[in-house]
Structures are given as C-alpha cells and as structure tokens.
C-alpha cells in the first residue's frame, strides 16, 4: 500500500487522521481540532510512564515569541587549516545523517577528529586546528550567552507593570500577542502537572542552554538529575531514583508524593557543566552569563562539557556520554511508555534508534509535535518504523506554533480536575451540562 504524501499541516490522533488539513488557523476549524486533539493528549499525558524530548525548536519558538533570536549554528571554517577537506567532511557526516546542511556540530566533531589524527601523525597543524577551535568555542559558547540575557530580559520584561504612560496602541499589541512567560510556564506545566503517584515526567534535550531550568524555576518545579552536592554538584553514575515526598499538616510515618517534580536529562551537555579534577561539574553560572564568566575561559574546549550530536555509538561511550544515554533509553524503552517530541528534527541516529527500539513494545506511544517536517526526516522515520498506531502526529506552522499550542492543544490538568468535578456534580444532581443539551438537541 502506498504511503500517502503529507502536506504542510498534518495531524493524526487516536483514530483521525488528517494529512492534508487546509485553513487550520480558522476559528471553526481549531474548535473542531481541539476536541479531536485535547482529550487524546490530556488521555496521552496521564499514562504510567512520560518522557518529554526537547530540540532546538523550544528554544527558538520561545525565542521567537520573546521577539528575539537562537543561538547561530552556522559552521565557520575561515580560520582552519584544511578548510576545505573539513568542510567536505562536516557535510558528508550532515548528509549521512539527512540532516541537510552541515552545522557548527559536526564542525566541531569533525575538527576533533581531525586535530587528534594530525596529533597521532606528528603535524604540526593540529596546534592551528585548537586554536581555531577553541575561537569556533567560544563564539558558539557566547551566542548561547547571549541567548540566555536576551530571553531572560525578555520574560522580566513581560512580569514588569505596564507603564501607565503606554501607547493604546502598543498596549493593544501587547494584549494579543501571548506573554512568553505565561507561555514558558504553560507549556512545561502542560506536561509535568501529572498525578503524584504517577512516574515521573522526565524531560530530555539536547540543547546547551539552561532554558528549561529557568521555566522550572519560574514554574515553581523541582528538577532531579545526576549531579549530587550544593556549590558545585558533581556527576554521580549511581541510578538511586531519588524522589521528594512530605509528612501532610498533623500525620506522622505517611509521607506523600511531592507534586511539580521532574527529572531532566541533558544528552549533549550543557553550558554550565566543566571537566575539573577528574569530575564532571555543574558550575555556578547565572542564567545569561556575560562573555567574559569566568567558568567560560580561553580554552572552552577543554573545559565546558558539551557534546556535538553523536554520529557514531563509539562516541557515545565516552564519560558521562554513556550515563546520559542510558538514563533516555531505560526511560522510553518500557512498557506503557509516552515519548513527547517537540522542536526535535530526527536528526541524530542514535536517538532515532532508541524511539525505533521503544516502538517495538506494543503499549508504547510517540507523540510527534513540529513546526514542519524539514528534510522528509519525520515523515521518513515514521514510514521506517511503520507502526502508524503507536504514533501521533501535530506538524506544521500551525500546530508546531508554541503559542497556538498552549492556548488550544496542551491540557491543562488543574483545570480538567475541576471540570471533571463539576461534571460529576451536576450529573448526581440532575442538571446536565450546557455541551451535553446542545449535542442531545443535534441529535
């Protein structure tokens, strides 16, 4: 049978499917989505166990809504020896993986690559190699900076009053377009506001950034990770599963389960992680730091963890590689298992394999949310794979719009603990709901 082609908005969920949705963004056709899309994730979300995968594509739709921009992953070879032949490679590696156009992280590993192999052969251009790359570093290391201070100022813009002295028309601007800060903190709660006795939300990324760390923040979650102690906690390998839980007002011996935990992994490394005596370091480094931190210095390379997307599973074994990657695939490859992605292109193998490898368990589920399917890698790895039941669909700029997303799509699960209430009430007493009269006088 032969697949059917999608169009630039796409979405399938539970038994709709709708590859070819035309005018999503009419009022008519969101209340009609919305009840064929809500209840399914609110259903979707409240399963035994819950994984969440962040790409690059959070941090730009939060980025976009902030009206400012990402971190540039545009390659620079300008002061590399060998540029063309490290051009050529980085390529290769990008097409080998269908990822298109080559970036500044398969620069990175190919450049690595290279300098230890001129190293081995005694060249002296493995010198020029380090330090170009340690310039390559530190201008990745300050566009992600700067990211941070643009988003950070951004979001205390928006929790500042509105001066009383503000133009109607700006005010009128502001009204409608969505608060990012609202939006941050919707978008996380959509996911990790699940029942306490469930398992945990665990949110994987591969971003560098601290962005999900400052919505946790501003959430008022509690994030659970690897790293252990107080002024610089270190990486620990041991999987202790550690929790929060509380003694509830006058009951002694019952502890109960803290709500708003999560627990997060950063399968690339992060800004704020250094290689120190032997350990891997989370370092205190204020959200947006300037160029000149200290904990950024001339030899970032050397220091900052931060891992380019893995090409190769040789790559992945090396220290705390292995540890991040185990965590991701003994989260997702269980049974009764929920994989949400968002802003992730598929474009890293070895985390594709894992998802390919969860799907081979029946009760397990991939929700697919993007702005589109760039490349065909979506729409290539769910014909891969070919478990259609097992796998939801919201693509395109309507759907994969973050805004559009928290304000119509996500669940919200406070609210729908009230309504459910309500429901319940009104039926004991005889009064149905207003929804429930209009859809008996339809019929």
Known sequence: MKAKKWSEHVYRVGSEEHLNVQNPDDDKNIELQKKHIEPWLAAVFQSEHLSLLLGSGFTKAVADQAGTSAADMACDYNAFPLDDKLKDAAQNAAETMARGEANIEDQIRVASSLAQGLKILGDDRHTKINIALDALFKRFLNGISKTERDLKSAVEKCAAPEPADAEPAAREEASEKLDPLVMLVSFLLSFSSRTATRERLHIFTTNYDRLIEYGADLAGLHLLDRFVGCLEPIFRSSRLDI?????????????????????????????????????????????????????????????????????????????????????????????????????????????????????????????????????????????????????????????????????????????????????????????????????????
Not at 310 to 331: G, M, N, Q
Not at 394 to 409: A, K
């Open 243 to 443: 929790d929060m839980h509380y003694n509830p007002p006058g009951i002694r011996g019952e502890p109960r389960y803290l709500e708003g935990v999560v627990r997060l992994t950063k399968l690339h490394g992060s800004l704020d992680w250094v290689y120190r005596n032997g350990f891997v370091r989370k370092v205190g480094l204020t959200f947006g730091p300037q160029d000149d931190h200290p904990a950024i210095n001339d030899q970032p390379s050397d220091s900052v963890m931060i891992y380019p997307n893995s090409a190769k599973d040789r790559e992945t074994s090396e220290y705390p590689y292995v540890e991040l990657f185990r965590d991701y695939a003994a989260a997702v490859c269980r049974p009764n298992s929920v994989l949400v992605t968002y802003g992730y292109g598929f474009g890293d193998e070895h985390i594709n394999r894992t998802i390919a490898d969860m799907l081979t368990i029946p009760s397990t589920h991939l929700v697919i949310i993007s702005f589109g399917d760039e490349g065909e890698r979506i729409s290539s790895f769910c014909k891969q794979v070919g478990r259609k039941a097992q796998i939801s669909l919201l693509i395109g700029p309507h759907f994969g719009n973050m805004p559009t997303l928290v304000e119509n799509y996500l669940p919200k699960p406070a609210i729908d603990r009230i309504t459910i209430r309500q429901t319940e009430l009104l039926r004991n007493r005889g009064w149905e709901p207003a929804a429930h009269k209009n859809e008996e006088e339809e019929r």
